[in-house]
């Protein structure tokens, strides 16, 4: 019970922080435009992000119908499936230029992904040394951590080698 607690108050906090830097970011630089061939792109990374989520709960049910038992908590289970999700459309709208809005800053928000990782990095290595990570034979949901800490690394580095790839392009 004060696990699942204490994740609602840590989910309910980063969003009010996230819609509190969005309302800043957007009275300082006005709100982000994405451009048509943006928008499409996103359209089509949302299904995407749907279908890997489709398949991941089609894996994991069958993974668990094998095993004959839960291989996570519940709550652990849905939200690695919003994870895929996000990964998915993170990268497919990273990898065609459509994951920033045309012409806005991207270094803070860089820092900030890998700021993150690192956070959730050294929070998973705490839980890690505990053993919290198994319990019964099961992942539990501090496993998110690592999880977390993953997927922030994943989009960092796929920003990266796109500046990269942007940049040999220009040079061109």
């Known amino acids: ?41 996103r359209g089509k990374a949302f ?12 894996i994991y049910a069958m993974a668990c119908a094998a095993a004959e038992r839960e291989l996570m908590e519940p709550m652990l289970s849905g939200v690695f499936g919003v994870y895929v999700g996000l990964l998915v459309l993170g990268l497919y709208t990273i990898r065609k230029g459509a994951f ?3 012409g806005a800053p991207q270094g803070a928000k860089v820092g900030l992904l890998f700021a993150m990782g690192v956070l959730c990095a050294v929070m998973s290595a705490r839980y ?17 951590q ?10 960092g580095v796929a920003i ?13």
Not at 12 to 33: F, Y
Not at 146 to 155: D, G, H, N, R, S
Request: glycine fraction near 6%.
């Open 100 to 102: 920033f809005p045309v």
């Open 160 to 172: 990266l080698l796109r500046r990269r790839r942007d940049r040999r392009e220009e040079a061109e």
């Open 47 to 58: 299904e995407y992000g749907f279908y890997a989520l489709l398949l991941y709960n089609a």
């Open 128 to 144: 890690a040394q505990s053993g919290a990570l198994v319990a019964d034979g099961m992942l539990t949901l501090e496993c998110l």
């Open 1 to 41: 019970m004060y696990k699942v607690l204490g994740f609602l108050v840590g989910a309910v906090c980063a969003t009010l922080v996230a819609l509190l830097a969005r309302h800043l970011m957007i009275r300082k630089n006005g709100k982000p435009e994405y451009d048509e061939r943006q928008r499409l792109v």
């Open 146 to 155: 690592p999880i977390a800490a993953l997927t922030f690394f994943a989009l």
